[in-house]
């Protein structure tokens, strides 16, 4: 019977080994937990730190675009100016047509005849102080810069449609045959050259480059108030 408590201390030691090994796992566990945790909390850092960059990015490029915009409304701003001051007044993309000149008088018409034409006056003339800054009435290729006798220096403007804009009698052109202009750019000014009894502008509007048409109809057709 002295056995038995030897017995009882061999299951006691065997039952502590036992339940030290089952213990043992879970220790061993613990260190992957934790490395597990580290690595969802770094994906996380980079997450953000992408979703970061990416932001700041949406940022700057929408900095730049209103950069832009605020560039593009300045530009509109001075441009609407410009269309102003040569009788434009509505939105500037939707600009056909100026008048030629700032400031001036209207003289002259066309259809009138008298010892000054050889014929009927094909124009309408614009009075105004020698040096007077012309504009292109309308986008259109230069197709002429030269001395036409008794229209004096000349420029000869061709409009898309075959239209062909003559402005006389100038000091001086700042264009050249073959230069495609823009509305509103200045291509001369205002002169005496030619036949004529003092500086002034005369315009001549002549559809597919033939006979000529009152120009003050053709501008009050773009819109205009002569």
């Given at each position: 019977?002295?056995?038995?408590?030897?017995?009882?201390?061999?299951?006691?030691?065997?039952?502590?080994?036992?339940?030290?090994?089952?213990?043992?796992?879970?220790?061993?566990?613990?260190?992957?937990?934790?490395?597990?945790?580290?690595?969802?909390?770094?994906?996380?850092?980079?997450?953000?730190?992408?979703?970061?960059?990416?932001?700041?990015?949406?940022?700057?490029?929408?900095?730049?675009?209103?950069?832009?915009?605020?560039?593009?409304?300045?530009?509109?701003?001075?441009?609407?100016?410009?269309?102003?001051?040569?009788?434009?007044?509505?939105?500037?993309?939707?600009?056909?047509?100026?008048?030629?000149?700032?400031?001036?008088?209207?003289?002259?018409?066309?259809?009138?005849?008298?010892?000054?034409?050889?014929?009927?006056?094909?124009?309408?003339?614009?009075?105004?102080?020698?040096?007077?800054?012309?504009?292109?009435?309308?986008?259109?290729?230069?197709?002429?810069?030269?001395?036409?006798?008794?229209?004096?220096?000349?420029?000869?403007?061709?409009?898309?449609?075959?239209?062909?804009?003559?402005?006389?009698?100038?000091?001086?052109?700042?264009?050249?045959?073959?230069?495609?202009?823009?509305?509103?750019?200045?291509?001369?000014?205002?002169?005496?050259?030619?036949?004529?009894?003092?500086?002034?502008?005369h315009l001549e509007v002549r559809p597919d480059a033939g006979s000529p048409v009152d120009p003050m109809d053709w501008l009050r057709d773009?819109?205009?108030?002569?």
């Amino acid at each position: 019977m002295a056995v038995t408590p030897r017995l009882g201390l061999i299951v006691a030691a065997i039952a502590a080994g036992v339940g030290l090994s089952l213990v043992a796992p879970a220790a061993q566990a613990a260190p992957e937990a934790v490395v597990r945790e580290d690595g969802q909390q770094a994906e996380a850092v980079a997450e953000a730190a992408a979703l970061a960059a990416q932001l700041a990015e949406r940022q700057q490029t929408l900095s730049s675009l209103n950069r832009a915009a605020d560039a593009r409304d300045r530009a509109l701003i001075g441009y609407r100016a410009v269309l102003a001051r040569y009788g434009y007044h509505g939105d500037p993309e939707a600009v056909s047509a100026v008048l030629p000149l700032a400031s001036y008088d209207l003289s002259a018409g066309f259809g009138l005849t008298g010892p000054l034409w050889e014929a009927e006056h094909g124009g309408q003339d614009f009075g105004a102080s020698a040096g007077e800054p012309l504009v292109a009435v309308a986008d259109a290729l230069v197709t002429e810069v030269a001395d036409a006798g008794p229209y004096g220096l000349r420029t000869i403007l061709t409009l898309p449609d075959g239209t062909e804009l003559w402005y006389c009698h100038q000091t001086d052109a700042t264009v050249v045959a073959g230069q495609q202009v823009g509305i509103a750019d200045v291509i001369g000014s205002v002169g005496a050259t030619g036949n004529t009894t003092g500086p002034h502008l005369h315009l001549e509007v002549r559809p597919d480059a033939g006979s000529p048409v009152d120009p003050m109809d053709w501008l009050r057709d773009q819109g205009l108030d002569p």
